[in-house]
């Protein structure tokens, strides 16, 4: 089959991970037999510095023609880089909310899985983690307290501050059906995390999503109340396969979830609309700090262009395959410096490899 991608290199270490995570695709094409088109889209300081604006409405057309869009990340040095000296509007971050706006993303996907080999950077005990964990973070992404109505107002001589949290029907219905979807891919268990022993917003998302579980027989399926989610993260990570959120709560249980994992370099994220449309793209950001020194680790793209095979393509088994092909590369005991040991004996049991030596042999073993 054939696929347009649209591809947003970006800044930083952003050209550098999506080039290897394009070699894997088309090592994939050429394996499954599938043609993958790549149309090239400037966005963040690249496109500020090429056309003044951090994403031209012709960079948003070229999106929406794309099948996907595979991201590496954006922005530079926030301290330094003149970029950071424009007003909000027009810095580099600026253009990935506009795309994110522009093409609906309402639902946002993290994995947060636990590589044997690298058990060792999670800072859960051995008693805890057991072997290990694989869940997915579904968080809805554009309504909720981060969407709503907000003010600043003097009241009785005082500073008072209200910020709404808000979501309706249609909101909670469509993420839900993502999450039962999602869950139907993997191990086919729910967990909907919100605070209806409090919250209004929360009580009506706990009605819609057992509507939806209706729909889902074979997905068990339970709510949570988010305090003690956050609490059964670090206790017994290993119940979760997909959890089920509200904006708010899904920022806050994301980066939860992704600490226990080990390195920023490693961790894939996805966002979607109601359409196969997605966004993919590494968690982490441009890191400046290490830009251009061919040493960051492309796994976290490489492992987004799976996903995007999977949730936009339908193609399991080729996902399947570049997932295992990671984890056959960390096995034969290759790592980039983020995640390489930290003690000398067990630096010594490894080898250590540069950004593009990590693609080829990840390529090797598809
Ligand atoms: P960062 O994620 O870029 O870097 C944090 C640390 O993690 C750095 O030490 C960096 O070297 C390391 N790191 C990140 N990705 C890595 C990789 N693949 N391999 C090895 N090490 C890696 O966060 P930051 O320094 O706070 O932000 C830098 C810039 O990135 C800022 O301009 C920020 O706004 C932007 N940013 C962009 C996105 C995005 O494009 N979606 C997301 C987050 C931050």
Redesign the pocket.
Same mark, same amino acid.
């Given at each position: 089959m054939n696929f347009n991608v649209g591809v947003i290199k970006?800044d930083?270490?952003g050209p550098e991970?999506v080039t290897e995570a394009m070699k894997v695709l088309d090592a994939i094409g050429a394996k499954f037999g599938h043609s993958f088109n790549y149309t090239q889209i400037l966005m963040g300081g690249c496109s500020i510095d090429a056309t003044g604006e951090p994403l031209t409405d012709e960079a948003i057309q070229a999106a929406l023609s794309s099948d996907a869009v595979l991201m590496g990340?954006?922005?530079?040095n926030?301290s330094t880089s003149p970029w950071y000296k424009l007003p909000a509007d027009k810095r580099?971050?600026a253009g990935?909310l506009k795309l994110r706006k522009s093409l609906n993303l309402f639902a946002n996907l993290r994995p947060a899985y636990l590589y044997n080999e690298l058990k060792e950077a999670c800072p859960l005990r051995d008693d805890i983690i057991g072997d290990g964990f694989d869940m997915m973070i579904m968080r809805e992404l554009t309504g909720g307290l981060y969407f709503g109505e907000r003010s600043t107002k003097e009241e009785d001589g005082q500073l008072v501050a209200r910020d709404s949290l808000t979501y309706s029907e249609t909101e909670i219905r469509r993420i839900a059906k993502r999450g039962f979807d999602i869950a139907m891919k993997r191990r086919k268990k729910v967990t909907s995390v919100d605070k209806a022993n409090v919250l209004d917003s929360s009580r009506l998302w706990r009605k819609i999503v057992e509507e939806v579980a209706k729909d889902y027989p074979e997905v068990e399926y339970e709510h949570m109340l988010v305090d003690n989610c956050a609490m059964q993260l670090v206790k017994n990570p290993r119940q979760f396969d997909v959890i089920l959120t509200e904006n708010m709560f899904g920022d806050i249980l994301s980066d939860e979830a992704s600490m226990v994992t080990g390195s *920023?370099?490693m961790l894939s994220s996805a966002s979607l609309n109601d359409t196969k449309f997605g966004l993919y793209?590494?968690s982490?950001?441009?890191?400046?700090?290490?830009a251009g020194q061919g040493i960051?680790?492309p796994i976290?793209t490489i492992l987004s262009a799976a996903m995007m095979l999977r949730y936009s393509f339908d193609l399991d088994a080729e996902a399947s395959s570049i997932e295992a092909a990671v984890k056959k590369v960390l096995a034969d005991g290759y790592r980039? *410096?983020?995640i390489m040991p930290q003690e000398a004996d067990k630096r010594a049991s490894v080898t250590q490899v540069g950004t593009a030596a990590m693609g080829d042999l990840i390529v090797e073993r598809l």
């Open positions: 970006g930083g270490i991970i990340s954006i922005g530079g926030t580099p971050e990935l *920023i370099g793209e590494p982490g950001g441009s890191a400046p700090d290490i960051a680790n976290a980039t *410096i983020d």
